[in-house]
Every structure is written in C-alpha cells, then in structure tokens.
C-alpha cells in the first residue's frame, strides 16, 4: 500500500521560498510520476508540478520560473520548491503519484491514483 505525507508547508511572506516534501512508503512502482496539486478555497484543485519517469518536468504557467519539483530516490522523498510567492500562492498543497506513467500528458486528479494528505501554504501580502 503506497502512502504519501506532505510537510513543509507554512505562512510565509509575499516574496519568500518554501520546500514542500512528500516522503513515499509502502509498495514501489517499476515506472512512476509524481505531481503535486493546489487547491484554493472556492476553487478547483489544480496541477502546479509534474516529475516524470524519465525525470522530465512541466509546470502550470502561473508558477513557472517560481517552482522547481524534484525526487530523491535514495530517500523516497520528492519535493516543491518554492520561490517568490505570491499571496495566489495561498492553497493546500497535496502529493500526487500514479504508477506507469511513461508517456502520458498527466493534467488532472484523475490522472493519478495516490494521494497524500495535505500541507497548507498560507503566503501573505
């Protein structure tokens, strides 16, 4: 059973960084992507990040330039970098995974089939 923990989040100031981890447990995938989505209240839970296996990246435009997803196979960690927040910034941030990934243009909840429980980024003006 794959499980994933968010952590790292917090209240930050407009202009701050922030490095979001997501420690991975349980079964290993052969092939595997990791995303991680937001979701501000009143809004849709959308894709920020995306690590695949082949270890390319693609990032929502709004974030672009700001975040940075990266893996740590050695300790089954994959993190969000973030740089230069901005108050819109402000969501849950969840941990995403999905096992054969190769190939797929992954963009939404469904795409993927684990889920971790959230950290809160809270990014003040």
């Known amino acids: 059973q794959v499980q994933l923990v968010e952590s790292g989040g917090g209240s930050v100031q407009s202009g701050g960084s922030l490095r979001l981890s997501c420690a991975v447990s349980?079964?290993?995938?052969?092939?595997?992507?990791m995303g991680w989505f937001r979701q501000a209240p009143g809004k849709e839970r959308e894709l920020v990040a995306v690590?695949?296996?082949?270890?390319?990246?693609r990032y929502a435009d709004s974030v672009k330039g700001r975040f940075t997803i990266s893996q740590d196979n050695a300790k089954k960690t994959v993190y969000l970098q973030m740089s230069g927040l901005k108050p819109e910034d402000t969501a849950m941030y969840y941990c995403?995974?999905?096992?054969?990934?190769?190939?797929?243009?992954?963009?939404?909840?469904?795409?993927?089939?684990?889920w971790g429980q959230g950290t809160q980024v809270t990014v003040s003006s």
């Open positions: 349980g079964y290993t995938y052969r092939r595997y992507c």
């Open positions: 690590f695949g296996s082949d270890a390319s990246t």
């Open positions: 995403a995974a999905v096992a054969y990934c190769s190939g797929a243009y992954l963009r939404r909840e469904a795409d993927f089939t684990y």
